[in-house]
């Protein structure tokens, strides 16, 4: 947790697949995913707390596609181990993740997206996820399921999920990420609390709203109406129970 608020202030002040797991990497910063390309195929080799969203950073560094992660929450023991860099802070027992993907004469943004999903359901990391697509065409990648207090599987509403209903009005996007927040709390008592976001991005205006519209939405427009490149991670901290939002921009080439 004391690393979570370290990054807060950080961010304050500024971003047929194969499958196997072993002891779960328990620092908070871990390596950053291989992958490699060999005989027309892409292979990407995680090994992280958050093996997906890893997954996910490395093809965004190798392809520059923006893809949002949300974490589930994880309640059950089963999911959770304690950080070994002396934080005191808990983390999702994610190990090694390996998925293979066709190579670049045959990428598809979609399709293999859904591959990395199905192969991770597969491994006995923790959580179930689901690819989502909004009607703008922006990836997502969801959390909808995690080992329960007896260590079953169960399903999840997903935080963003949430339906809410927000007046049309001008607010900055430091406002309006806290008022979705407050909203969230309100109806499902999930405290969802802004972490890692470009200060530069804090003040400036929007003018977002809708009726029994999901938090996620609400989100996406509220990014989309900065004209900036940016994209999400909905972390889950075991340890408060709570979620922590971090936003990140991507600097023009």
Partial sequence: MKLIQHLICLGLMTAAPAISQTKPET?????????????????????????????????????GWIVNYEDPQYVSKADIVESTDQTGDQLPAGGRFRV???????KDKENDLQRMVDAYNESSNPGRFELRKSAEGVFTVVGVASADAQGKISPQKPA??????????????????????????????????????????????????????????????????????????????????????????????
């Avoid at 293979?100 to 045959?106: F, I, K, S, V």
């Avoid at 996007?173 to 407050?182: E, F, H, P, R, T």
């Avoid at 809708?210 to 989309?224: E, F, K």
Wanted: aromatic letters at 6%; proline letters at 6%.
């Fill in 160 to 253: 963003f999920d949430t339906a809410l209903t927000v007046v049309t009005r001008q607010r900055t996007v430091s406002a309006m990420l806290d008022l979705i927040g407050k909203r969230i709390a309100t109806e499902r008592r999930i405290t969802v609390t802004i972490g890692v976001v470009p200060r530069t991005l804090l003040n400036i205006p929007v003018s977002v709203g809708g009726t029994r519209v999901s938090a996620r939405d609400l989100l996406l427009r509220t990014l989309t109406a900065t004209h900036r490149n940016l994209y999400w991670r909905l972390l889950f901290d075991p340890k408060s129970k709570s979620y922590f939002l971090d936003i990140h921009q991507i600097a023009k080439s």
């Fill in 27 to 63: 620092s908070a910063i871990p390596k950053p995913a291989i992958l490699s390309e060999s005989e027309g195929k892409v292979q990407v080799n995680a090994n992280s707390p958050r093996p997906l969203a890893q997954t996910l950073d490395a093809l965004h560094q190798k392809y």
């Fill in 100 to 106: 293979d993907l066709p190579g670049a004469e045959d």
